[in-house]
């Protein structure tokens, strides 16, 4: 059984600061992560502040042919029976992988790999931060003092977020879809907000990000039809180049932005605020439609069909 | 001066056959790629159909921290004077990478470095057949034999794109958003669609994939408002798991695709040909609305501000 979802979303300040890491590992030369969905977010989001070493997230039933012993392959599956997961995690272990795996159960916790175990009853959305804490603790810092910090930040947004209500509203007030325009190391935060939009409030949302989206989505900002049924949402908090990118693609093409500010002082802290902002707009927005947040009957029906 | 814009596309059949590769190239462990908007699909593109060893696309000013005398770095710029290549660029030789450029001229031109130089006279994304041989001709096949087989699919395209334009029509009757459905391996050319429609056509479009937007996406298909607001637009061609996905996501989320059906034998004829598609659906679309597909006048005013 799954908690209430306001309870689910009010326990990513504790998850980060869940203590689990893939101990000890042997040299490597690649990454590459397998998972989809809320479950392959997690990746994705590591992906973008990590640099040491290349990173694949693969977000499909296969590995790419490069992958074999020099990679240390992670299979993330909250549920721990994703078909495209279990299939790559099998495929990785064939070509003898250094595997590490998170998940709460299901098959993926008996292919007999190490395996960071999660606790059970989280939509894998609502699951984040047991899903990242692991890549963190091992490849960014293990300094629990961070994590500390980084739980106060969320936890007083849970305490008070009514700037994430009134952006909900400004949403649903024009019954538009959301296209959140992100920037490097937020690319996939803006990716995360997208989604949580698509299974906390059922809705179409979009995301892209400085600078590439200069280069392609800004050219009909000032000329396309139907702009009016969008809500543009930027994070704020650029430096730069992209600070000036920020304000003068919205200058230029007359678009208005509702911005997105970070609090916290370092890029992690900031990344999990901007994060946990994305959970409380989709999931008011889903409130004000009415909608319940734990509707997955689509996914449920798609998986009952694939399996026939 | 630039070519007419239908004589740039119809030159797409011309370009696959350039002769160009990378020469002789040193062992390398890994391959980045920096390039943005119509040069930096060329890149992504290449990474899908090749896994031989990890490819990171980089639409940034920067360089991963791993990219050392072990990375192969390709910097594609076709004007030569994109900031954020030519930034990575000169990162790359500072730190001793294998570099090769793809340019026309520019100051990515004067760098000193190995170059493919193409010719002038294209928009950028017109110029996707000469930006992306080098990586095929020395990656994926060298025999010109394809490249002939190719070349003639797209100039059929170029004596007969009726059924583009079909498309192109319906997305118009509606003065609809186009969302785009790939699967691998053209997921990057279900995003060049969406270049391609916010280029040539100056609207808002999306693109996702099978089988990752199953998880994101497809959600709130069923339930979202604004919907009829887009045409969703879906690849021809899958099979096995990915085939199911697409007729099962439709069934129950009552979504109606526009199937675009690609034709020819192998991935590389069926993948420029659905590329191709793409540029003349987007060309026709931006015909009926009236927009002269070569106004990038967002991109220079915003160019002009960036340097001030």
Known sequence: ???????????????????ANFGELSPFKNIVISGMGGSGIAGSIFSEIYDKAPVQVVSDYGLPSYADRDT???GISYSGNTEETVAA???????????RLITSGGELSELGAETVVVPKGYQPRA??????KPFLSTFITSDEAQYDRISRLLSDMDTNNSNEKDVAGKIFGRRSIPYVLGYPPFRWVAYRWKTQFNENSKILAFSAYFPELDHNDAIPFKHTYGKENFSFLVFGGSTGQIEKRVRFTSEI???EYITIQPKGDTVLEKLFYLVHAGDYVSYHLGNMRKIDPEDVSVLTELKERLKS
Do not use: P
């Open 72 to 74: 240390l392959f992670v």
């Open 127 to 132: 699951a984040l931060g047991y899903l990242i």
């Open 1 to 19: 059984m799954y908690m209430n979802f306001e309870d689910q979303l009010r326990d990513f300040s504790r998850q980060v600061k869940f203590k």
């Open 89 to 99: 995690t099998k495929e990785a272990m064939r070509r003898g992988c250094q595997v």
């Open 253 to 255: 093409t007359s678009t």
